[in-house]
């Protein structure tokens, strides 16, 4: 009886030895098995346009601008426009007094009926020479000299209006009613033409053949939040040896003459478009002076894919290098990551999560609305 007993003891002490070993073993195990996964956020690769746009600045210039001058000496009688007013090509700006120049316009006209009645009286009658040839021919160019002095005196006469050479605003006034003009050529008013006006870029000479007239641009203007459209006007066919660029002028079509000349813009130039491009955020590349190269996923591993790249616009790149659609690019904590690290991908146990409890919470509804239905 004591044996039985005896050997029962030892069978169970043997195996709760087994049975704990065995805890253990599973536990190493379990402890073995266990890897840190680097914690990361992820997004999948887009396919969209993406353009080659060139940044830069300009200031704008008016197209057309014109210092008007006096063509005549003499007091300011009138003043007619200020600063700021619009006017056209030809109108009145000022007056100069004229009356010294309407006398000399009498007293030439004067001149000019008494040469020509002189040689009209000269001129031979019926074949019979009055004077001789020499003196006909003084006479007659006393004529045409007495006619020049005239158009010489209507000139100044007309002149004595101050006229708009082009269409514009005025945009500053350097005299003032009373003001003696003791000199021809003094400056009296600035003229501008604010319908168009136009902004000087310099660009790469690599960017060259990219660069044709009419192509569009967009200037941005800090100082109103405006964004506006521009076309290349003009293009230089000559590289600068010091600076390797060339100079783009574009137009800017201001007929509500919001801009003004002076104001300072940011240019966007957009050279090329690519459509169905692979786009990455850029943050997502690790550069180093040998390469570029992002991470992708892959069951929960990280593989390290070196690229070339493309375009770049507002933060994203544009990735060359075929990528698999479906794998996700790790997008934040790729310094961290070494090849073939195990990842925790940020933000997809939450995901699952929330959609276990929708799907959940969709069912409750159902089986009380089953429930409802039964007892109606």
């Known amino acids: 009886m004591r044996l039985n007993s005896l050997a029962t003891s030892l069978l169970l002490s043997l195996f709760l030895v087994t049975v704990l070993s065995a805890c253990n073993e599973e536990k190493v195990a379990d402890k073995e098995k266990k890897v840190y996964q680097v914690p990361v956020e992820t997004t999948l690769v887009d396919n969209r346009t993406i353009t080659n746009t060139y940044q830069t600045t300009a200031v704008l210039e008016a197209k057309a601008e014109s210092k008007v001058t006096n063509k005549v000496t003499g007091m300011i009688n009138t003043i007619l426009v200020e600063e700021g007013m619009s006017v056209t090509k030809g109108q009145t700006l000022a007056e100069i007094d004229s009356e010294n120049y309407l006398l000399e316009l009498e007293r030439t006209t004067i001149d000019v009926d008494s040469a020509v009645a002189e040689f009209n009286r000269s001129r031979p009658i019926d074949g019979e020479q009055l004077i001789s040839v020499k003196d006909l021919e003084k006479l007659e160019f006393l004529v045409k000299t007495r006619k020049n002095q ?15 050479p082009i269409s514009g605003v005025i945009a500053s006034r350097m005299v003032k009613e009373g003001n003696m003009t003791a000199n021809v050529g003094g400056e009296m008013f600035t003229i501008v033409a604010l319908d168009t006006l136009q902004g000087v870029v310099y660009l790469p000479e690599s960017e060259m053949n990219n660069v044709h007239v009419g192509q569009q641009a967009y200037l941005n203007f800090p100082a109103n939040a405006k964004e506006l459209s521009a076309t290349v006007d003009l293009i230089s066919p000559i590289i600068d040896t010091e600076s390797g660029t060339f100079k783009v002028t574009l137009k800017v079509n201001n007929d509500n003459h919001v801009l003004k000349p002076g104001m300072f813009a940011k240019v966007s130039l957009t050279l090329d478009v690519h459509d169905n491009a692979q786009i990455v955020p850029q943050k997502a590349l690790l550069v180093t002076d040998t390469e570029t190269s992002l991470f992708v996923i892959q069951d929960n591993i990280a593989k390290k894919v070196t690229v070339v790249t ?13 990528l698999n659609a479906l794998e996700p690019v790790v997008i934040v904590g790729q310094q961290g990551l070494k090849i073939d690290s195990a990842v925790k991908i940020i933000g997809e146990e939450e995901t699952q999560n929330k959609n276990v409890e929708l799907t959940t919470d969709n069912n409750a509804v159902k089986e ?8 109606d």
């Open 368 to 375: 009380n609305a089953d429930n409802q239905a039964t007892q």
């Open 150 to 164: 005239q158009k010489v005196a209507a000139i100044q006469v007309r002149d004595s209006k101050v006229r708009a």
């Open 310 to 322: 493309g375009f770049e616009q507002d933060g994203f790149v544009e990735i060359l290098t075929p």
